[in-house]
């Protein structure tokens, strides 16, 4: 079961104009709902939230034959205003252009993450300098920085020796894995010049090899398994 610490002080320090029914109706599902879920994050700004459609349910078809999880085949779309966030032990985001979080979005993520919550953000070519403002909105005392190689999450189920496997070229620059750390906990992974959600997609999408697919598969693995343990 998922229960994320400090949540009813969380909900009550919010700006937002919860009533108690919504409140009431909120808590239920964060306390029963299996910790095995995951969401796609819509956000606003004009982005491609919903880009790589297959993405993420062929990246949870091999989490759960690979690393025994039990999520639910199709993903929930999450908006990140929405106090149902809270139900998900991780949310991932793409796509290609504009990123805006409003200021109760941010008080909504920011509670999100800091009560247990993780990100995972794959640049698909274009996110980067939108994500890195907008998160910096979220979180302005933070930055991001670049995992090391012996960090856990490269290390789960599978081994990344190298850290973040290329899977695109985009610029022709490394691949890196960017992460914000509150309090000493990751709580927002960002693969960069890497672009794992386009190698979890169909393999007529890309016609990426199975060699180059499995990579990526195996590393979203690690962040998803990351994600439930942590």
């Known amino acids: 079961m998922i229960i994320f610490p400090n949540l009813l002080t969380i ?4 700006k937002l104009k919860i009533t108690l029914v919504t409140f009431a109706c909120c808590l239920l599902p964060v306390a029963y709902i299996s910790a095995q879920q995951v969401a796609i994050l819509k956000y606003n700004g ?16 091999f989490c759960n034959k690979n690393i025994k999880t039990s999520i639910k085949e199709n993903p929930e779309m999450i ?7 809270y139900n998900y032990p991780i949310i991932f985001m793409t796509g290609h252009g504009n990123v805006s979080i409003s200021d109760d979005d941010i008080e909504n993520l920011k509670n999100y993450l800091i009560s247990g919550g993780f990100l995972h953000v794959s640049d698909n070519y274009g996110l980067d300098n939108y994500i890195r403002r907008e998160l910096k909105k979220v979180f302005p005392k933070l930055d ?7 960090h856990p999450i490269y290390h789960q189920t599978f081994n990344f020796e190298n850290g ?36 979890w997609e169909d393999e007529e999408v890309h016609n990426d090899p199975y060699e180059i697919r499995e990579k990526a598969l195996k590393m979203g693995a690690n962040i998803v398994e990351y994600a439930f343990k942590n």
């Open 11 to 14: 909900f009550c320090s919010r």
């Open 46 to 61: 004009g982005g491609d939230w919903y880009a790589n459609p297959t993405a993420l349910p062929n990246l949870i078809k």
């Open 79 to 85: 908006e990140v205003s929405s106090v149902a966030i």
């Open 144 to 150: 991001f920085k670049e995992i090391p190689y012996d």
């Open 164 to 199: 973040c496997p290329k899977i695109h070229e985009h610029n022709n620059k490394r691949p890196q894995g960017f992460g914000l750390f509150y309090e000493g906990r990751l709580v927002v992974f960002y693969d960069y010049e890497s672009d794992l959600s386009d190698g």
